[in-house]
C-alpha cells in the first residue's frame, strides 16, 4: 500500500520524454514515468476490440494514450448499457489494483488510439515500488466512480436528447475529433434505449443545427451549443474533474 504519509500533494506534473499521451503516467516525475514506461509496451486499440469482458480474468492493464474504451454492463437476458467511459485521463484493469483477478463490465475499444500495456504481475511489482503510481491509479478510481455514478443518475432522470448530448460531449472530449462513427443501433445500446427515441433525440439536435448525422456518421456543427443544450451531468462530472486537478496541482 502506498505510504500514508504521502499526499497528492507531493505528486507533480512534469514532462517526462515519453510518447504517452496517459494523464496518470504524466502525473509521476521524469525519472519515475521512465522506470515505469520501460516494463511496459505500445499497443494499438482498434474499433470494438474487447479488452476483456465481465467475468474474465483480468491478465493485462492498459494505460489509455488515445482512443477511447466504453465501460458497458452486461445484462443475463444479453441487454446492455454504457456506465462509463475512458480516455487518455484513465486505465483499464482496476480491480487488480485492490487483488481482484476479474472485472465485472465489458471494456471494449470505441475509437481507435493507442495504450501503453503491461501484464497484472507487472503492475503490481510497479505499485510496490512506486506508491506515487499506487496513489494515481486510487485516486483515478475515484473518479471513475464519480463519472459511473453521475451517468447511472443521468439515465434515470434525463430526457434521451439530453443524454444524447452528455455523451456526445463525454466523446469528443476523449477523442478530440468533431466527426465520430456512430451508428444508431450502437447509440441505442450505449444509452440503454430505443434505437426510434435515437432518431427522435438525434432529429431535434439536427434541427437545431447542432449536429449532423448520416450513415453512420455523426459530426458535431456547434460545441457551445451542445454545452449549453446538456444537462447538468456533464457539468457535474466536468466541474469535479477539474476540482481535483487542482488539487493535484497544489
Known amino acids: 500500500m502506498a505510504d500514508p504519509a504521502l499526499s497528492l500533494a507531493t505528486i507533480r506534473k512534469s514532462n517526462p520524454e515519453d510518447d504517452t499521451g496517459n494523464k496518470i503516467l504524466r502525473g509521476l516525475d521524469s525519472a519515475k514515468c521512465k522506470h515505469v514506461l520501460a516494463k511496459m509496451v505500445k499497443v494499438p486499440l482498434q474499433l470494438h476490440e474487447v479488452l476483456y469482458e465481465a467475468g474474465e480474468t483480468i491478465s493485462q492493464c492498459y494505460f489509455i494514450s488515445s482512443g477511447l474504451i466504453s465501460?458497458?454492463?452486461?445484462?443475463?437476458?444479453?441487454?446492455?448499457?454504457?456506465?462509463?467511459?475512458?480516455g487518455n485521463e484513465g486505465f483499464v484493469g482496476l480491480p487488480v489494483i485492490v487483488g481482484y483477478t476479474t472485472g465485472s463490465m465489458r471494456m471494449v475499444v470505441q475509437g481507435n488510439g493507442t495504450a501503453l500495456k503491461c501484464s497484472v504481475t507487472t503492475l503490481r511489482d510497479l505499485i510496490h515500488s512506486c506508491p506515487e503510481l499506487e496513489l494515481l491509479l486510487h485516486r483515478y478510481t475515484q473518479q471513475l466512480g464519480m463519472q459511473v455514478t453521475q451517468v447511472a443518475v443521468c439515465n434515470r432522470l434525463h430526457k434521451?436528447?439530453?443524454?444524447?448530448?452528455?455523451?456526445?460531449?463525454?466523446?469528443?472530449?476523449?477523442?478530440?475529433?468533431?466527426?465520430?462513427?456512430l451508428t444508431q443501433d450502437?447509440?441505442?445500446?450505449?444509452?440503454?434505449?430505443?434505437?426510434?427515441?435515437?432518431?427522435?433525440?438525434?432529429?431535434?439536435?439536427?434541427?437545431?443545427?447542432?449536429?449532423?448525422?448520416?450513415?453512420?456518421?455523426?459530426?458535431?456543427?456547434?460545441?457551445?451549443?451542445?454545452?449549453?443544450?446538456?444537462?447538468?451531468?456533464?457539468?457535474?462530472?466536468?466541474?469535479?474533474?477539474?476540482?481535483w486537478d487542482k488539487q493535484t496541482a497544489d
Not at 73 to 81: A, F, T, Y
Request: charged share 25%.
Open 71 to 86: 465501460m458497458v454492463s452486461v445484462q443475463p437476458d444479453g441487454k446492455s448499457v454504457e456506465v462509463g467511459l475512458i
Open 160 to 181: 434521451v436528447d439530453e443524454r444524447l448530448v452528455r455523451w456526445i460531449l463525454m466523446y469528443q472530449d476523449r477523442l478530440m475529433r468533431d466527426e465520430l462513427p
Open 186 to 243: 450502437f447509440v441505442s445500446q450505449m444509452l440503454g434505449t430505443r434505437r426510434a427515441s435515437v432518431t427522435v433525440a438525434a432529429g431535434i439536435l439536427q434541427r437545431a443545427g447542432l449536429i449532423s448525422y448520416n450513415r453512420g456518421k455523426l459530426k458535431i456543427l456547434n460545441r457551445r451549443g451542445l454545452e449549453s443544450a446538456a444537462c447538468d451531468c456533464y457539468g457535474v462530472v466536468q466541474a469535479q474533474l477539474k476540482e
